[in-house]
């Protein structure tokens, strides 16, 4: 069984999702860390972030192994890196490029192949598993979000967090192939004024709605 969890940065999808699949008893995949640890390498390496092919020839010489604390890069668990602002704008670019995106593609299927999986991105419901059993689109109004996120980033003003959320979400949103949409069959929910715990409930009962 599949469930997709989709949405704008900032909903508390990788939060929801993780604690669905602990409830659950699934595999919990975040997809958005497999574009994040492609950004990563990519600065590291000083890689042009425009370059399609360059970029999809560094995603094929790097193994992602993808874990509960982050992902292992070529054998290098990378963890916090992930979440740095310049890695946050890096991976929203790098994930514009379709090499990049059906490489990842493949690569997301290989790893749900055969197991029970909660997956969290932008494509998963349109693209990744169109078939998923459970498809939810989750969303929050921009200030929720970006207040959200100053909590995990106390250091950033929530004003330019804001910001830079819009922008990453309409960069998200206009690209041309695997583009953040609702995808057909999902269930939106908008998480503006629930807390994890009610809405990991919404979500519980809507799986096990399912027949
Ligand atoms: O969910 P996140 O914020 O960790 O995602 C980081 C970036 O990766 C985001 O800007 C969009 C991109 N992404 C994507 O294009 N497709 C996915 N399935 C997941 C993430």
Same mark, same amino acid.
């Given at each position: 069984?599949?469930?997709?969890?989709?949405?704008?940065?900032?909903?508390?999808? =990788?939060? @929801? #999702? +993780?604690?669905? $699949?602990? %409830?659950?008893?699934?595999?919990? *995949?975040?997809?958005?860390?497999?574009?994040?640890?492609?950004?990563?390498?990519?600065?590291?390496?000083?890689?042009?972030?425009?370059?399609?092919?360059?970029?999809?020839?560094?995603?094929?010489?790097?193994?992602?192994?993808?874990?509960?604390?982050?992902?292992?890069?070529?054998?290098?668990?990378?963890?916090?890196?992930?979440?740095?602002?310049?890695?946050?704008?890096?991976? =929203?670019? @790098? #994930? +514009?490029?379709? $090499?990049? %995106?059906?490489?990842?593609?493949? *690569?997301?299927?290989?790893?749900?192949?055969?197991?029970?999986?909660?997956?969290?991105?932008?494509?998963?419901?349109?693209?990744?598993?169109?078939?998923?059993?459970?498809?939810?689109?989750?969303?929050?109004?921009?200030?929720?979000?970006?207040?959200?996120?100053?909590?995990?980033?106390?250091?950033?003003?929530?004003?330019?967090?804001?910001?830079?959320?819009?922008?990453?979400?309409?960069?998200? #949103?206009?690209?041309?192939?695997?583009?953040?949409?609702?995808?057909?069959?999902?269930?939106?929910?908008?998480?503006?004024?629930?807390?994890?715990?009610?809405?990991?409930?919404?979500?519980?009962?809507?799986?096990?709605?399912?027949?």
């Amino acid at each position: 069984m599949k469930i997709t969890i989709d949405g704008p940065a900032g909903a508390g999808k =990788s939060t @929801v #999702a +993780r604690a669905l $699949a602990r %409830r659950l008893g699934f595999s919990y *995949l975040d997809s958005g860390a497999l574009y994040r640890a492609l950004a990563w390498a990519a600065l590291g390496q000083g890689a042009d972030l425009d370059g399609e092919e360059g970029l999809a020839r560094l995603l094929d010489s790097l193994e992602l192994r993808p874990d509960q604390a982050g992902v292992w890069v070529n054998g290098t668990l990378v963890t916090s890196a992930l979440r740095r602002p310049d890695v946050d704008e890096a991976a =929203s670019r @790098v #994930a +514009r490029h379709p $090499a990049v %995106r059906a490489a990842m593609v493949r *690569l997301q299927r290989q790893l749900g192949e055969g197991v029970d999986m909660i997956a969290d991105g932008r494509d998963i419901g349109s693209v990744v598993w169109p078939d998923a059993e459970v498809k939810i689109f989750l969303t929050a109004s921009l200030a929720k979000r970006a207040a959200r996120r100053a909590l995990e980033q106390p250091q950033e003003d929530q004003g330019q967090i804001a910001q830079a959320i819009a922008e990453r979400d309409a960069h998200d #949103a206009e690209r041309p192939v695997g583009a953040l949409l609702i995808a057909p069959g999902a269930i939106v929910v908008d998480t503006s004024e629930l807390s994890v715990e009610e809405t990991v409930e919404r979500l519980a009962e809507i799986v096990e709605a399912v027949p």
